[in-house]
């Protein structure tokens, strides 16, 4: 009582929020840290610790279907990404730093589309329409995924690069182009350069994206082409082992680090 | 503005636009016209203009002697599929709000790092996190094997593939997009206000209920709608830690299309899930509409 009423009073302070916040956090990582604990594991179980090994990295690094799904995911990610940045630049550039114009409204609503539409619904519309193509044309290669993918990571590109250009205005451009800079070397030597963080950062997150994806993947890929997450979802019906558990902790360490880059990237910028 | 500016901008869009009408918006489209074809024998539907699709939704005919009833089924799903979701929201707010405020309330270069935090979780791998959480709940899971050691309980609990589970695992999954919304509206809150309401004599409680809450309504809005929504359609989480019986709609979606070979249903389902989604969609533009005239 006396060392309550001698704490100068905050105004700031709400008693219990700060016990809810670190529970919070608690709740967020427990889970994580003991998934990636578990992936360490000497024994068969992902309940019983049996001593420090890294025997299930390598387990899962010799499993052929996981090496498969690891090179398809990143094939996907790869092309889907780049794909979608470049789509993306280009959108950006052409509604950017402009006064709104006829339809304009309509390429914006288009662009984001993927972001309001619930996953599955897109997932279902998907297999109903590469069904018909794969059908009628015999054709059932890696491009269905890719463009799948490239098409929900359009708006996770476009964003950042959006961001990016809005912030720059156009005296450089201006002032190459009193210059007599052509329009193309005004792009590629000043516009280009300057929107370059916003590039990188749309395709890293387009990357990622695209890399987490399960749910639209699931409903797009013929038999045989499972991703890591769909490669993933299947074993979870079964016996589960750590392997699951080194897999996600690699996966894990990725995102990690293409996150702290994207930050660290968005921190200069400033 | 110059006619070939406009050509110039509509022609740049152009790549992006006619990949998202190919492998998005278009295929939406096709979805609303298979929902009102006949289901075909194994899989895929028969070019056949039908209503039973959308029938089906909420009635059952019986094979026998076409009587129709209510299908108990669906409607059990999609009262789960509204309950979880309103309760993970609830939840989500609940934990979110306290740790949004938290984060609002420590020295600038430490909100940076707590904020971090709260990001780390929202872009790793949903099915990374559902099978964390699963791990957790499980028989062997550490979460029985604490109880157990307490001395609380003697067998395991069955948690795994529980409604109680599913909701566990949306709340876990979701609470990141709860907070960053949050956090941005309480970022901005005028502390003074607050200590104008203290020195009127209010209390803790009041200021809470009369002065933050209203001030940051937008952004519990903000984040109950980004909560509500992926909950609605959530997928992997009710398909992991529900285990085939406590369906939500997304899974019975793809029961349709699956074992269900049904996909005039199917597809009217799917179009039901994206008309509630939208209605919610449309709520949350309004709100962020309103909020911007009176700020």
Known sequence: MA??????????????????????????????????????????????????????????????QVQEATFRSLIVAGAASLTATVLATMAALGTTRTRPYPGSLVIYALINQPLMVPEIVTAVALLIVFAMIKI?????????????HAAFCVPFAYLPIRARLEGMNLDYETAAADLYAPPWQVFRRVTLPLMAPGIVAGAMLAFVISLDDVVITEFVKSAGQD???????????????????????????VTVVLLTAFFVLNRQRR | MRRAEIRRNWLLATPALILLLAAASGPLLIAVVYSVLEPGDYSGVVWK?????????????????????????????FWRSASLSLMTTFFTLLLGFP???????????????????????????????????????RNEGIANSTLMALGLIDAPIQMLYTDASVLAGMVYVYLPLMVLPLYASLDRLDFRL?????????????????????????????????????????????????????MMISNLIELQFGEGRNWPLGAALSITLLAFVMVALIFYVRNMAGEQRNG
């Open chain 1, 3 to 64: 060392e309550g009423t001698h704490r100068r009073f905050s105004v700031r302070r709400m008693p219990g929020f700060t016990s809810i916040a670190m529970l919070t956090f608690a709740m967020l990582y427990g889970p994580i840290v003991i998934l990636v604990i578990y992936a360490f594991n000497a024994g068969e179980s992902v309940a019983l610790w049996e001593g420090f090994s890294l025997r299930w990295f390598v387990t899962a690094w010799d499993n052929t």
């Open chain 2, 99 to 137: 740790t949004a405020y938290f984060i609002a309330t420590r020295p600038l270069r430490q909100r940076m790092l707590w904020l971090f935090l709260v990001t780390i979780p929202f872009w790793t791998n949903l099915l990374i996190r559902t099978f964390a959480i699963m791990e957790v709940i």
């Open chain 2, 194 to 246: 607050v200590e104008a309401a203290y020195d009127l004599y209010a209390s803790r409680i009041a200021v809470l209920r009369r002065v933050i809450i209203p001030l940051v309504k937008p952004g519990i809005v903000a984040g109950s709608i980004l909560v509500f929504i992926p909950s609605l359609g959530a997928y992997v989480t009710p398909r992991v830690l529900g285990g085939g019986k406590n």
């Open chain 1, 136 to 148: 009628a044309t015999g054709y059932s290669g890696l491009i269905f995924l890719i463009a799948a």
């Open chain 2, 49 to 77: 203009l039908s209503g039973e699709g959308w029938f089906r939704v909420l009635f059952n005919r019986d094979i026998f002697d076409d009587t129709v009833s209510l299908a108990d089924a669906h409607l059990t799903i």
């Open chain 1, 227 to 253: 991703t890591l997450p769909t490669y993933m979802l299947g074993q979870l019906r079964r016996m589960v082992t750590p392997e699951v558990n080194a897999i996600s902790t690699a996966l894990l360490g």
